[in-house]
């Protein structure tokens, strides 16, 4: 399950970024994830949560947005989203293979929400 990894480097870098703008909780993280990345949204929201136990991030939500798979063809200069299911990566106008992804594979931690210790409710 490349899940587990996957949530255990975003908890690990907003861990590092909340610490460094001073937070003391975070409640919120948001993640664009490429669908080249064929992640799982439940399988990534358990990790997500195990993962988190224990930190900073623990009881955050994690919000989870895929980003479509985008190609250009070397040969025309198209655009193009593939079937990634069927494994065809054939440009549509002129069929050829030789394409460079524009979009899709990329992993990227968009937001944080967190708390300072200002904001921490007194118990």
């Known amino acids: 399950m490349h899940e587990a990894t996957i949530a255990e480097a975003a908890i690990e870098q907003a861990i590092e970024t909340a610490r460094q703008h001073g937070a003391s909780r975070i409640t919120r993280i948001e993640l664009e994830i490429?669908?080249?990345?064929?992640?799982?949204?439940?399988?990534?929201?358990?990790a997500f949560e195990a993962c988190a136990i224990g930190t900073?991030?623990?009881?955050?939500?994690l919000d989870l947005r895929e980003v479509a798979v985008?190609?250009?063809c070397r040969s025309c200069g198209r655009e193009f989203?593939?079937?990634?299911d069927a494994?065809?990566?054939?440009?549509p106008a002129c069929g050829a293979a030789d394409g460079?992804?524009?979009?899709g594979n990329d992993i990227l931690l968009k937001s944080l929400d967190c708390e300072t210790n200002e904001e921490t409710p007194e118990s």
């Open 87 to 91: 494994h065809n990566f054939a440009c």
């Open 100 to 103: 460079r992804m524009l979009a």
């Open 34 to 46: 490429g669908a080249f990345r064929k992640v799982v949204p439940e399988a990534m929201s358990v």
């Open 81 to 84: 989203e593939p079937d990634i």
């Open 70 to 72: 985008r190609i250009q």
């Open 56 to 61: 900073m991030a623990e009881g955050a939500k």
